[in-house]
């Protein structure tokens, strides 16, 4: 069994009244506040660290790309123990990504899972250039050709409609994936979901 963490318990939010509010009510609300520039920055006090030192029970995952404008906690105003968060270039999902999942919905109880694209991204604009892919970097591309190929089929902005075809694969990818996310999602004890963000204005809408 892992021990990535022990004692872990559930944390009640500091500073914000979250009584009864769904995990996506919770990252959309926060996402207006950061939008909006009223940030509450919950749960980054001392005593906050001190509690979570103990034990972590975030109430979300966010799976989203590792671009340096697209920080998770920041854009969503959450604090310390809130999200269980992995990142890779492109929001691209491999088998180490998978393992860490499983291991949040197993082991950390998580019960929402979004996978979040966003606007411009770098790694799936460099696909549809096709740009060389040196090194590892192709295993990237790789990735995200499928969904490159697929929105060149439809109408409007390549790239926009790319990253939005990346972010649906990656939650089909979730929502099939043995032994442990498919069965968690069909037995409704799991909730997985696309998200777009937006650089520009800072806001992320839901994708259906």
């Known amino acids: 069994m892992l021990a990535f963490c022990a004692g872990c318990s559930q944390?009640?939010?500091?500073?914000?009244?979250?009584?009864?509010?769904?995990?996506?009510?919770?990252?959309?609300?926060?996402?207006?506040?950061?939008?909006?520039?009223?940030?509450?920055?919950?749960?980054?006090?001392?005593?906050?660290?001190?509690?979570?030192?103990?034990g972590q029970h975030p109430?979300?995952?966010?799976?989203?790309?590792?671009?340096?404008?697209?920080?998770?906690?920041?854009i969503f105003d959450q604090g310390l123990g809130d999200l269980?968060?992995?990142?890779?270039?492109?929001?691209?999902?491999?088998?180490?990504?998978?393992?860490?999942?499983?291991?949040?919905?197993e082991h950390l109880n998580v019960k929402y899972i979004m996978v979040l694209g966003h606007k411009r991204c770098g790694a799936v604009d460099a696909t549809i250039k096709g740009d060389?892919?040196?090194?590892?970097?192709?295993?990237?591309?790789?990735?995200?050709?499928?969904?490159?190929?697929?929105?060149?089929?439809?109408?409007g902005d390549l790239l926009d409609n790319a990253i939005r075809a990346n972010v649906s694969s990656m939650v089909r990818l979730l929502k099939s994936s043995q032994p442990i996310l498919e069965k968690k999602a069909k037995?409704?004890?799991?909730?997985i979901v696309g998200a777009y963000y937006d650089l520009d204005d800072g806001t992320v809408t839901i994708i259906p």
């Open 59 to 74: 109430f979300a995952t966010i799976v989203t790309c590792s671009d340096s404008r697209v920080p998770p906690e920041i």
């Open 11 to 54: 944390l009640a939010p500091e500073g914000l009244d979250t009584a009864g509010k769904t995990p996506q009510q919770k990252l959309l609300e926060g996402n207006r506040r950061y939008a909006f520039s009223i940030l509450s920055h919950p749960n980054q006090s001392a005593l906050r660290r001190m509690e979570v030192a103990k």
């Open 187 to 191: 037995e409704g004890g799991l909730s």
């Open 132 to 155: 060389e892919a040196y090194g590892h970097v192709e295993s990237i591309v790789k990735a995200i050709q499928p969904s490159v190929d697929k929105a060149k089929n439809q109408p």
């Open 84 to 105: 269980f968060v992995i990142r890779l270039a492109g929001n691209i999902i491999d088998d180490t990504a998978l393992g860490s999942l499983e291991y949040a919905v």
